[in-house]
């Protein structure tokens, strides 16, 4: 089997803000990540590779912790490693004696996404900065924006229609309101995807309710 070149993939839709200022990204949630995994590479997983002891948090020459990432094939072929660092959420190293399970299960997903990215291009391109291939859509050109008198009366900002529909995702809703800790956060995550890939929810409620989580996180930190 050849491992599969997944440039392009990735759409606008896919893609949201996380953090403000200095430390602002375009950020594709590592659960997408995984189902075009599941889509466009079948039989491909993810791996974590242990130390000689048989620990998964290896330890860097300064006292921080890293993982070592790699894919394998449905005919047992495998990647290179991909080494991957323990970060806290500003992307600082975190001492090894200090790396939590919290850090460890987000490393695994964030070396999932950083690792598809480097053997397969998937999201290659938020990496690189480039822009991103808006699904079906012609080259959008930015009108520039009328001049407003300071006496102008401010308009109304226009009511956003929430997608929010179906009875699962609205109880998804509520549960990500009701949610008070980053491990009741991951959960719910994992709930979502799992509900959207029954097809219990919508591709826009998935979306949507991804960015409450997303702001719901931000607002824990």
Same mark, same amino acid.
């Given at each position: 089997?050849?491992?599969?070149?997944?440039?392009?993939?990735?759409?606008?839709?896919?893609?949201?803000?996380?953090?403000?200022?200095?430390?602002?990204?375009?950020?594709?949630?590592?659960?997408?990540?995984?189902?075009?995994?599941?889509?466009?590479?079948?039989?491909?997983?993810?791996?974590?590779?242990?130390?000689?002891?048989?620990?998964?948090?290896?330890?860097?020459?300064?006292?921080?912790?890293?993982?070592?990432?790699?894919?394998?094939? /449905?005919?047992? *072929?495998? =990647?290179?490693?991909?080494?991957?660092?323990?970060?806290?959420? $500003?992307?600082?190293?975190?001492?090894?004696?200090?790396?939590?399970?919290?850090?460890?299960?987000?490393?695994?997903?964030?070396?999932?996404?950083a690792a598809a990215a480097f053997h397969f291009?998937?999201?290659?391109?938020?990496?690189?900065?480039?822009?991103?291939?808006d699904a079906g859509a012609a080259t959008e050109?930015?009108?520039?924006?009328?001049?407003?008198?300071?006496?102008?009366?401010?308009?109304?900002?226009?009511?956003?229609?929430?997608?929010?529909?179906?009875?699962?995702?609205?109880?998804?809703?509520? /549960?990500?309101? *009701?949610? =008070?800790?980053?491990?009741?956060?991951?959960?719910?995550?994992? $709930?979502?995807?799992?509900?959207?890939?029954?097809?219990?929810?919508?591709?826009?409620?998935?979306?949507?309710?991804?960015?409450?989580?997303?702001?719901?996180?931000?607002?824990?930190?």
């Open positions: 089997m050849t491992f599969p070149n997944l440039a392009g993939i990735i759409k606008k839709d896919d893609v949201y803000k996380k953090g403000n200022g200095s430390y602002s990204a375009s950020y594709v949630a590592w659960a997408r990540i995984a189902q075009l995994l599941h889509e466009h590479a079948p039989g491909v997983d993810f791996h974590l590779e242990p130390t000689s002891d048989g620990q998964i948090v290896h330890k860097a020459p300064d006292g921080t912790g890293y993982v070592l990432c790699y894919f394998t094939s /449905a005919d047992d *072929k495998q =990647t290179s490693r991909f080494p991957f660092p323990c970060m806290d959420h $500003r992307n600082n190293p975190i001492p090894f004696d200090k790396i939590s399970a919290r850090v460890l299960t987000d490393t695994h997903r964030r070396g999932l996404c291009s998937l999201g290659s391109e938020l990496w690189a900065k480039q822009e991103l291939e050109v930015e009108q520039p924006k009328p001049q407003l008198k300071k006496d102008a009366v401010k308009a109304k900002p226009a009511t956003v229609q929430s997608a929010i529909k179906s009875q699962a995702a609205k109880a998804g809703a509520q /549960a990500i309101a *009701k949610a =008070t800790t980053l491990d009741a956060i991951a959960q719910l995550g994992e $709930r979502l995807t799992a509900r959207h890939e029954s097809g219990d929810i919508t591709d826009e409620e998935h979306k949507e309710l991804l960015q409450m989580l997303l702001d719901k996180e931000d607002n824990m930190k």
